[in-house]
T-cell receptor, first 114, second 112 residues
Framework: SAVISQKPSRDICQRGTSLTIQCQVD?????MFWYRQQPGQSLTLIAT?????????ESGFVIDKFPISRPNLTFSTLTVSNMSPEDSSIYLC???????????FGPGTRLLVL | KQEVTQIPAALSVPEGENLVLNCSFT??????LQWFRQDPGKGLTSLLL?????REQTSGRLNASLDKSSGRSTLYIAASQPGDSATYLC???????????FGGGTRLMVKP
């Protein structure tokens, strides 16, 4: 299994500001995923981050709004830029297990934008 | 595009009942299916993973089945307990890629 930590666990931010969320994994992984869970909704994939290459974004998500860094095989950041109240969500980091089967999730970052 | 649906959206049962949560998906070309549990305000905990070639997986009081041809999976919880109260999410991984497509979840409450 993989143990994933995220920082911050929660934050309250003002409209127009940006927040960077950190994700740290206890083992080296090829692919890291960022998901968003809006209030009362299920999870939606934002992007897939591979070390050494540009992140791949899903439909509806763009790099200018959600820039991602993947400097090494155990760490990634997601920035939520120019925030609006509609960005209030839980943001979750995820990785695949060694067998590339089971997927593991971090505890999430709960973001509230006022 | 894969779509995953979970029924019911919410369920309230008395402690001790056996219950079934349903998950359906539109594209049967899946690599695997995974059931997760999410407690309020928390991340996801993997419960069971079923490979596309498998019919079911069991862990303790949990049993998940998969009927790929009909695009269905069920999660059976035996002798439910108040500690089982959570949201249960079904997610499928397609053969084409690595991403998971999630259902909307079933919010379960088990009353003492």
């Amino acid at each position: 299994s993989a143990v994933i930590s995220q920082k911050p666990s929660r934050d309250i931010c003002q409209r127009g500001t940006s927040l960077t969320i950190q994700c740290q994994v206890d083992s080296q992984v090829t692919m890291m995923f960022w998901y968003r869970q809006q209030p009362g909704q299920s999870l939606t994939l934002i992007a897939t981050a591979n070390q050494g290459s540009e992140a791949t974004y899903e439909s509806g998500f763009v790099i200018d709004k959600f820039p991602i860094s993947r400097p090494n095989l155990t760490f990634s950041t997601l920035t939520v830029s120019n925030m609006s109240p509609e960005d209030s969500s839980i943001y979750l980091c995820s990785v695949e297990g060694r067998s590339q089967e089971t997927q593991y999730f971090g505890p999430g970052t709960r973001l509230l934008v006022l | 595009k894969q779509e995953v649906t979970q029924i019911p959206a919410a369920l309230s049962v008395p402690e001790g009942e056996n219950l079934v949560l349903n998950c359906s998906f539109t594209d049967s070309a899946i690599y695997n299916l995974q059931w997760f549990r999410q407690d309020p305000g928390k991340g996801l905990t993997s419960l069971l993973l079923i490979q596309s070639s498998q019919r079911e997986q069991t862990s303790g009081r949990l049993n998940a089945s998969l009927d790929k041809s009909s695009g269905r999976s069920t999660l059976y919880i035996a002798a439910s307990q108040p500690g089982d109260s959570a949201t249960y999410l079904c997610a499928v991984k397609d053969n084409a890629g690595n991403m998971l497509t999630f259902g909307g979840g079933t919010r379960l409450m088990v009353k003492p």
